[in-house]
């Protein structure tokens, strides 16, 4: 987890250089003539099974980019047109992603609508989704959450489906990334000739700073045997990114095999290897809105400070940075390491029947060590296991078709995670120096960290601090699951279909073994918690369609699922040390809303989807705090294929994202610690928290977003493709006082061809060489309510005496030890009788907290017997077994609050630090 507090340039001018050489770029088979106007399915079963197809009769097979010329079994598991699939999806086919070279994730929105990746520190590994994070599948089954620490690879990419809202009955919903899914449709065999692909990019070249990044691949393939297939693709890369200090390194491997035993029988396996060596770019530190609309930064010594507060600046001065001086020190390095691998088997039974198996695996390891703001993040185990197994059947009752997939699901999770943040150091380096200078302040030695990993004491450990449970973990998922889907074609223009999912899932969750400070005092696993809940969840997913002709369609979605909600930045689970809260996190609850319209025209040439939803999810702040992300808007996209040498792309997204909360919430204004002054200088903004309303738009969502392609083929060889994309004006901090205005970016792409086995390809990224902004990460805007309050650099209850009632023995102690850390006195009871002892042998607290349920006796008498003695005594009920409308009217009075179990620690210091404070 990161501060917000620093901004990232994006849309950095470049060129990079490709040449391909290549041999035998024939296609698998033939499509249909597109001169056909599609004629809807017939009602009996044998009609059934065959599927519109939508091509452009002037365009090669090669060069078809319309989403419509191939079925799209991403969303609701079996193969149906885009037009049929009652979800917003946005496809992008192999002939596209090889005419503008998709890289990365943040390329997505050129070509899908709702969909805007901010820099996450240089390291965006999912896309944000209708303004919220989403996940990776690889050909219908979820691969491991990760925010920013195993980036994806497109090597063994052919082809994606971008689909918003959770996952069907069949795929399931998704965890973490409840927004959506990208679904990554891998590379296939080439059974009908010999294929042999290399490329070599080297880049690039813009006018603040070249770097070199030199890319190589190849891409081999081509029939074994008349029933049998491979591919292989090999991709390499070395070199630097525009950001000071970064490395961009990878070694890739991906093959593929496809073997057919007969006609209706078939197995697909592929395997991909790599290896990532990386930096996170933390964007430039010490934001103010003149950084942003002018580009001027404060220079100065600043005194370094605990995470999240103010440092002061000695002497501050204005000065001008180049955008590439982010806070990346000279030893920050990041690594990462991906194995998987998936098998499917499917079998035709019948005409109308098939059995299908899909297996899948991967395995993960990663780290992060960054001495220049003294973060570290140490994952040894992150690995995951899936089998899905599917029945589908299609027949008819009466006069109606019926569609049905059933089946069982298995997956089985493990993660060990370690994670430091808490005495990160932003705001202290002077980016206006050199980063000799700074770039190991503080280093990171063996007491840098308030923990450490054990056998690894450069990488830190918050679990010994104050708990970060998410980011800290040890935890084990089991999910087992049965669903099925139901699709009735009940007249040729009217449809519906119900799915039902039910996810039995056990989850066990303990603190990792670790090194507490001061001291090496080792902690075996299970220390500080261990906690073990199961859940039966159900989800279900309603859809309709209207198809007033063949060539389009109305729809209606509601979904509701739920599953798992992990940690910000690893997944898994997150319990908060406690079975009540563990039990809560996995049943994590997403809704979608959804209602569009898709239709083809132009004879085929054009196809356009308009879709409008409202989506929400729970959502789980830095503290673990839990709310609602709730996000509503409108989006549209239109492809048109005007002929062989022209084609458009164009998509358009209005949306509002917000945060709910279930109290007030305080921030730290962290993000804006600076004034300008009249007289142009720049001094502290001093201490203090801002209170943010209960419902707030998320910072780093855009209101507007806005894609715009064109693609001409001058002659057989030139081509070129010029792209836009826009983004509105948007928030860059939580309390709102920091604005990113309206930005775009333009992209070029031209490629030359000769002689039909060379390519060369020049990629020009933001032509106009704009200074567009984003935000460090949009998700970890909660990352601005910090446990350090800036007016009080130390222990926020120094002195306090708390009077601490709670029978359940751990609970207890998880409780005392957060206090006695913020420097409060305690004093514990287990029971009400010792309690009343202690009030009358003369001893009084200065806040009183108390469970609701005790062994011998109510939390609502002891608060009784305090107010009795000192009316003004603030008081805090914790229960979890009533509500705080079930309370005596009068009880909380004055300084009170009522906390439902299960809460996080830090909610309750922070409460008790505010009473303190006044």
């Given at each position: 987890m990161k501060t917000i507090s620093t901004l990232t340039r994006i849309g950095v001018g470049g060129i990079a250089l490709v040449a391909l050489a290549s041999a035998g770029f024939s296609q698998t088979a033939t499509k249909p003539d597109a001169t056909v106007t599609p004629t809807p399915a017939a009602k009996t079963t044998k009609d059934a099974v065959v599927l519109d197809t939508f091509t452009v009769k002037e365009v090669p097979d090669d060069e078809q980019i319309m989403p419509t010329t191939r079925p799209i079994s991403s969303v609701l598991g079996d193969d149906r047109n885009i037009i049929d699939t009652p979800r917003s999806v946005s496809s992008v086919n192999k002939d596209l992603m090889r005419q503008v070279r998709i890289k990365s994730v943040t390329d997505f929105s050129q070509f899908a609508p709702g969909v805007y990746t901010a820099a996450r520190y240089g390291l965006a590994t999912t896309p944000m989704v209708r303004g919220d994070l989403a996940e990776l599948y690889f050909n219908g089954q979820r691969a491991k959450y990760s925010r920013d620490s195993v980036q994806p690879s497109f090597n063994g990419v052919e082809a994606i489906d971008i689909v918003k809202g959770p996952g069907s009955a069949i795929y399931g919903p998704q965890s973490n990334g409840a927004a959506g899914y990208t679904n990554f449709v891998t590379k296939q065999p080439y059974f009908d000739k010999q294929h042999t692909e290399v490329s070599l990019s080297y880049g690039a070249f813009n006018p603040d700073k070249n770097y070199s990044n030199t890319e190589w691949q190849i891409d081999n393939g081509g029939p074994i045997s008349k029933d049998t297939a491979y591919r292989v693709s090999y991709l390499g890369r070395e070199g630097s990114t525009y950001y000071q200090n970064t490395k961009d390194n990878t070694q890739d491997f991906f093959a593929a095999l496809s073997h057919s035993f007969s006609s209706t029988a078939k197995l697909d396996v592929w395997v991909q290897y790599y290896k990532q060596t990386y930096s996170e770019v933390s964007g430039i530190n010490r934001v103010t809105q003149d950084l942003i609309d002018h580009g001027t930064y404060i220079a100065g010594v600043a005194t370094p400070s605990g995470f999240g507060v103010p440092s002061t600046i000695a002497a501050p001065t204005l000065v001008k940075i180049k955008p590439y001086q982010s806070v990346v020190g000279t030893d920050d390095i990041a690594h990462a390491e991906r194995f998987q691998t998936q098998a499917i088997f499917k079998t035709e039974i019948t005409p109308d029947t098939y059995l299908k198996n899909s297996s899948y695996f991967e395995n993960r390891t990663s780290d992060k060590y960054e001495p220049a703001i003294l973060y570290s993040e140490y994952v040894p185990t992150d690995w995951n296991i899936q089998n899905r197994t599917e029945y589908g059947a299609k027949f008819d009752t009466g006069s109606f078709a019926n569609s049905t997939i059933s089946g069982l699901d298995l997956k089985y999770e493990r993660l060990i995670s370690y994670q430091s943040f808490f005495d990160e150091q932003y705001s202290t380096q002077d980016l206006s120096k050199p980063s000799s200078t700074w770039s190991n302040v503080g280093g990171i030695t063996n007491g840098a960290f308030n923990g450490a990993v054990p056998g690894h004491l450069q990488y830190g450990s918050d679990l010994g601090y104050n708990g970060n449970y998410g980011g800290n973990q040890d935890s084990k998922i089991v999910d087992i699951a049965l669903f099925h889907q139901h699709d009735i074609k009940w007249t040729n223009k009217f449809s519906s279909l119900a799915g039902l999912r039910l996810d039995h899932l056990k989850a066990d969750d303990q603190s990792p073994e670790f090194i507490s400070r001061p001291g090496t005092v080792y902690h075996p696993a299970g220390f500080r918690y261990d906690n073990s809940a199961s859940s039966n969840n159900f989800s279900y997913f309603l859809s309709s369609a209207f198809k007033p002709t063949p060539t389009s369609s109305f729809y209606a979605t509601y979904n509701v699922a739920k599953a798992t909600t992990g940690s910000s930045n690893f997944g898994g689970i997150n319990s908060g040390g406690t079975d009540a809260s563990l039990l809560k996190s996995l049943r994590g609850i997403t809704h979608l809303t959804e209602l569009g319209y898709k239709f083809v025209a132009l004879d085929n040439k054009l196809y356009s989807a308009i879709a409008l939803y409202k989506q929400d999810r729970v959502d789980v702040g830095f503290t673990g705090a839990i709310g609602k992300r709730l996000a509503k808007g409108i989006e549209a996209e239109s492809v048109y294929q005007v002929n062989k040498d022209l084609s458009l792309i164009a998509n358009l997204t209005y949306q509002q994202v917000d945060r709910v909360e279930p109290s007030l919430s305080v921030f730290q204004q962290n993000t804006t610690p600076y004034t300008l002054q009249p007289g142009g200088s720049y001094v502290a903004g001093g201490g203090g928290n801002t209170p943010v309303p209960y419902k707030r738009q998320y910072a780093g969502t855009p209101e507007w977003l806005g894609g715009l392609r064109a693609s001409y083929k001058f002659t057989k060889s030139f081509s070129m493709s010029l792209g836009g994309q826009f983004t509105g004006s948007q928030l860059a901090n939580a309390e709102g006082t920091l604005n990113i205005p309206f930005q775009y970016k333009i992209n070029l792409v031209a490629t030359y061809t000769y002689n039909k086995a060379w390519d060369f390809q020049v990629n020009v990224d933001n032509l106009t060489n704009e200074r567009n902004w984003t935000v460090g990460d949009p998700v970890a805007e909660e990352n601005n309510r910090r446990r350090l309050n800036p007016a009080v650099c130390g222990p926020r209850?120094?002195?306090?005496?708390?009077?601490?009632?709670?029978?359940?023995?751990?609970?207890?102690?998880?409780?005392?030890?957060?206090?006695?850390?913020?420097?409060?006195?305690?004093?514990?009871?287990?029971?009400?009788?010792?309690?009343?002892?202690?009030?009358?042998?003369?001893?009084?607290?200065?806040?009183?907290?108390?469970?609701?349920?005790?062994?011998?006796?109510?939390?609502?008498?002891?608060?009784?017997?305090?107010?009795?003695?000192?009316?003004?005594?603030?008081?805090?009920?914790?229960?979890?077994?009533?509500?705080?409308?079930?309370?005596?009217?009068?009880?909380?009075?004055?300084?009170?609050?009522?906390?439902?179990?299960?809460?996080?620690?830090?909610?309750?210091?922070?409460?008790?630090a505010e009473w303190n404070q006044s």
């Amino acid at each position: 987890m990161k501060t917000i507090s620093t901004l990232t340039r994006i849309g950095v001018g470049g060129i990079a250089l490709v040449a391909l050489a290549s041999a035998g770029f024939s296609q698998t088979a033939t499509k249909p003539d597109a001169t056909v106007t599609p004629t809807p399915a017939a009602k009996t079963t044998k009609d059934a099974v065959v599927l519109d197809t939508f091509t452009v009769k002037e365009v090669p097979d090669d060069e078809q980019i319309m989403p419509t010329t191939r079925p799209i079994s991403s969303v609701l598991g079996d193969d149906r047109n885009i037009i049929d699939t009652p979800r917003s999806v946005s496809s992008v086919n192999k002939d596209l992603m090889r005419q503008v070279r998709i890289k990365s994730v943040t390329d997505f929105s050129q070509f899908a609508p709702g969909v805007y990746t901010a820099a996450r520190y240089g390291l965006a590994t999912t896309p944000m989704v209708r303004g919220d994070l989403a996940e990776l599948y690889f050909n219908g089954q979820r691969a491991k959450y990760s925010r920013d620490s195993v980036q994806p690879s497109f090597n063994g990419v052919e082809a994606i489906d971008i689909v918003k809202g959770p996952g069907s009955a069949i795929y399931g919903p998704q965890s973490n990334g409840a927004a959506g899914y990208t679904n990554f449709v891998t590379k296939q065999p080439y059974f009908d000739k010999q294929h042999t692909e290399v490329s070599l990019s080297y880049g690039a070249f813009n006018p603040d700073k070249n770097y070199s990044n030199t890319e190589w691949q190849i891409d081999n393939g081509g029939p074994i045997s008349k029933d049998t297939a491979y591919r292989v693709s090999y991709l390499g890369r070395e070199g630097s990114t525009y950001y000071q200090n970064t490395k961009d390194n990878t070694q890739d491997f991906f093959a593929a095999l496809s073997h057919s035993f007969s006609s209706t029988a078939k197995l697909d396996v592929w395997v991909q290897y790599y290896k990532q060596t990386y930096s996170e770019v933390s964007g430039i530190n010490r934001v103010t809105q003149d950084l942003i609309d002018h580009g001027t930064y404060i220079a100065g010594v600043a005194t370094p400070s605990g995470f999240g507060v103010p440092s002061t600046i000695a002497a501050p001065t204005l000065v001008k940075i180049k955008p590439y001086q982010s806070v990346v020190g000279t030893d920050d390095i990041a690594h990462a390491e991906r194995f998987q691998t998936q098998a499917i088997f499917k079998t035709e039974i019948t005409p109308d029947t098939y059995l299908k198996n899909s297996s899948y695996f991967e395995n993960r390891t990663s780290d992060k060590y960054e001495p220049a703001i003294l973060y570290s993040e140490y994952v040894p185990t992150d690995w995951n296991i899936q089998n899905r197994t599917e029945y589908g059947a299609k027949f008819d009752t009466g006069s109606f078709a019926n569609s049905t997939i059933s089946g069982l699901d298995l997956k089985y999770e493990r993660l060990i995670s370690y994670q430091s943040f808490f005495d990160e150091q932003y705001s202290t380096q002077d980016l206006s120096k050199p980063s000799s200078t700074w770039s190991n302040v503080g280093g990171i030695t063996n007491g840098a960290f308030n923990g450490a990993v054990p056998g690894h004491l450069q990488y830190g450990s918050d679990l010994g601090y104050n708990g970060n449970y998410g980011g800290n973990q040890d935890s084990k998922i089991v999910d087992i699951a049965l669903f099925h889907q139901h699709d009735i074609k009940w007249t040729n223009k009217f449809s519906s279909l119900a799915g039902l999912r039910l996810d039995h899932l056990k989850a066990d969750d303990q603190s990792p073994e670790f090194i507490s400070r001061p001291g090496t005092v080792y902690h075996p696993a299970g220390f500080r918690y261990d906690n073990s809940a199961s859940s039966n969840n159900f989800s279900y997913f309603l859809s309709s369609a209207f198809k007033p002709t063949p060539t389009s369609s109305f729809y209606a979605t509601y979904n509701v699922a739920k599953a798992t909600t992990g940690s910000s930045n690893f997944g898994g689970i997150n319990s908060g040390g406690t079975d009540a809260s563990l039990l809560k996190s996995l049943r994590g609850i997403t809704h979608l809303t959804e209602l569009g319209y898709k239709f083809v025209a132009l004879d085929n040439k054009l196809y356009s989807a308009i879709a409008l939803y409202k989506q929400d999810r729970v959502d789980v702040g830095f503290t673990g705090a839990i709310g609602k992300r709730l996000a509503k808007g409108i989006e549209a996209e239109s492809v048109y294929q005007v002929n062989k040498d022209l084609s458009l792309i164009a998509n358009l997204t209005y949306q509002q994202v917000d945060r709910v909360e279930p109290s007030l919430s305080v921030f730290q204004q962290n993000t804006t610690p600076y004034t300008l002054q009249p007289g142009g200088s720049y001094v502290a903004g001093g201490g203090g928290n801002t209170p943010v309303p209960y419902k707030r738009q998320y910072a780093g969502t855009p209101e507007w977003l806005g894609g715009l392609r064109a693609s001409y083929k001058f002659t057989k060889s030139f081509s070129m493709s010029l792209g836009g994309q826009f983004t509105g004006s948007q928030l860059a901090n939580a309390e709102g006082t920091l604005n990113i205005p309206f930005q775009y970016k333009i992209n070029l792409v031209a490629t030359y061809t000769y002689n039909k086995a060379w390519d060369f390809q020049v990629n020009v990224d933001n032509l106009t060489n704009e200074r567009n902004w984003t935000v460090g990460d949009p998700v970890a805007e909660e990352n601005n309510r910090r446990r350090l309050n800036p007016a009080v650099c130390g222990p926020r209850l120094s002195g306090l005496k708390v009077a601490l009632v709670e029978d359940e023995v751990k609970e207890g102690d998880l409780l005392r030890n957060a206090l006695i850390q913020e420097g409060a006195r305690v004093c514990a009871f287990n029971s009400a009788t010792d309690f009343s002892r202690w009030l009358n042998g003369g001893e009084g607290p200065d806040v009183l907290i108390t469970d609701w349920v005790l062994a011998d006796g109510a939390g609502d008498e002891l608060i009784r017997q305090v107010r009795a003695s000192d009316a003004d005594v603030p008081v805090i009920l914790m229960s979890g077994r009533l509500q705080e409308n079930e309370l005596a009217d009068g009880l909380l009075t004055g300084r009170a609050r009522f906390l439902n179990k299960p809460f996080m620690i830090e909610e309750l210091i922070e409460l008790v630090a505010e009473w303190n404070q006044s």
